[in-house]
């Protein structure tokens, strides 16, 4: 009888996370949680991960350093900040096997509401711990990715507003004050979507092209958006009067199953839109100029299938998704 021989088995070495943290050292939220931040990168690195602050000098740096990551195969960027900074830093992580984590720290941060991820920075940071790893669509308005959604009409004119009278500093309540200025006031405006080889003229308040469901933190206007199905959801709301619009927000506001009698709904991977006078957009919260005229150079929509990854919390939402974890 041939003699076997037992041999320990030698333990697997886990792989160290290596992440770096891009914080932009003017912004109130930054100098507001700086001691706060460094004390949760030492929480990392006592659980193993190798872990650098990355500060922002300029417009433009965030989205540069995480591109830079991505290209050293650095496992994971986290965007200290809102949903500002995360739309500058998915545009250098888009397409890469970099994940994205979060650290909430601006305004609305629509995005940690979305996915449940704690505003608490102690919380959200043991979501990077312990979270799971998804895969999910961008989507592209010409050139610029987007993680949430893209508005044209009334909110692309209230951001547009708020930047150019700098009323940032005022935050949630600049909004506010712009949206109830806009909101009674705001003509709507005629416009074409071509949707594969299907044409839908419009006569709307506002188109919201959608990757994910929450809008402004409250608001679900693409209520059935799925962040990684190939898909952008639209949703055309419909002129109305100024009392019918108060009815129509307050029907949003409760989500209530009434409100689809207020919007046309479709869904689309590629999207042109033209409009018959130039309307203002805003992209996850940014302004973005305005709408072409143009038939021959429409403004353009897209998906990134599969274009980013993302650090979310196990208990993240299951109707936001279509596919498994990673």
């Known amino acids: 009888m041939q003699e076997t021989t037992n041999k320990a088995s030698t333990p697997v070495k886990k792989q160290q996370t290596k992440a770096i943290v891009i914080a932009n050292p003017t912004s109130g939220s930054y100098t507001l949680h700086e001691h706060q931040i460094k004390h949760i990168i030492a929480k990392l690195q006592q659980q193993g991960w190798q872990v650098e602050l990355k500060l922002t000098q300029s417009s433009g740096d965030a989205c540069r350093l995480a591109s830079e990551a991505a290209q050293q195969h650095i496992d994971v960027v986290i965007a200290t900040g809102g949903d500002g900074t995360i739309h500058e830093v998915i545009q250098g992580l888009a397409g890469s096997e970099t994940a994205l984590g979060v650290l909430p720290s601006g305004t609305v941060n629509v995005w940690a509401r ?10 959200a940071s043991n979501v990077l711990l312990n979270g799971q790893t998804r895969r999910i669509d961008l989507g592209k308005i010409d050139d610029q990715y987007f993680l949430l959604m893209v508005g044209i009409g009334i909110d692309g004119e209230i951001t547009q507003a708020v930047e150019k009278q700098s009323m ?28 594969g080889d299907r044409e839908i003229k419009v006569n709307a308040l506002q188109v919201i092209f959608g990757n994910t469901q929450l809008y402004g933190g409250a608001i679900k206007y693409t209520w059935q958006a799925k962040c990684d199905d190939g898909l952008l959801d639209l949703c ?23 409100r689809h009698q207020w919007v046309r709904y479709e869904t689309g991977e590629t999207i042109k839109i033209t ?21 021959a150079e429409p403004t353009l929509l897209s998906v990134g299938p599969q274009a980013l990854k993302v650090i979310v919390p196990v208990t993240a939402p299951e109707d936001l998704f279509s596919r498994q974890p990673l």
């Open 236 to 258: 055309v709301v419909r002129r109305q009067s100024v009392l019918r619009r108060a009815a129509m927000i307050i029907d949003f506001l409760l989500r209530r199953p009434k």
């Open 114 to 123: 979305e996915v449940g991820i704690p505003l608490d920075l102690n919380g």
């Open 168 to 195: 940032k500093r005022l935050k949630f309540f600049s909004y506010l004050l712009m949206a109830a200025w806009w909101g009674a006031r705001y003509p709507a405006f005629r416009g074409t979507i071509n949707l």
């Open 275 to 295: 409009t018959h006078k130039p309307v203002a957009i805003q992209v996850d919260g940014e302004p973005l100029g305005h709408t072409s005229t143009s038939e």
